[in-house]
């Protein structure tokens, strides 16, 4: 299983991005999902998730600016990143609560997407 993610990208303050994350391989069905992310020098925090049937919760930085959706359909997770401030800039990474089977789930990682916000 592997997770892709892209749509990172370098935008003035105010700006928007929508990221998007696919999973492909051997999947089962998938659980949860959500956006985390990675500032230099920073742990790694998490900024959106989402469970298969849709209810989301949000950091509060995100709140109100972010907004997480996905496609099951397509095996996809997206975030939608509204009035981008330069403390958003981070590398973001998918994550995914991926069953293989009917009885085993893992978690993966994306490779993360650099989103570069300027002031």
């Known amino acids: 299983v592997q997770l892709q993610a892209s749509g990172g990208g370098l935008v003035p303050a105010g700006g928007s991005l929508t990221l998007s994350c696919v999973a492909s391989?051997?999947?089962?069905?998938?659980?949860?999902m959500a956006w985390y992310r990675q500032a230099p020098g920073n742990q790694r925090e998490l900024v959106a998730q989402?469970?298969?049937?849709?209810?989301?919760d949000y950091a509060d930085s995100a709140k109100g600016r972010f907004i997480i959706s996905r496609d099951n359909a397509k095996n996809s997770v997206y975030l939608q990143m509204d009035n981008l401030k330069p403390e958003d800039t981070a590398v973001y990474y998918c994550?995914?609560?991926?069953?293989?089977?009917?009885?085993?789930?893992?978690?993966?990682w994306g490779q993360g997407t650099l989103v570069t916000v300027s002031s």
């Open positions: 994550h995914g609560n991926i069953m293989v089977s009917r009885n085993y789930e893992f978690e993966y």
């Open positions: 989402i469970t298969r049937g849709g209810n989301t």
């Open positions: 391989g051997d999947i089962f069905r998938i659980n949860d």
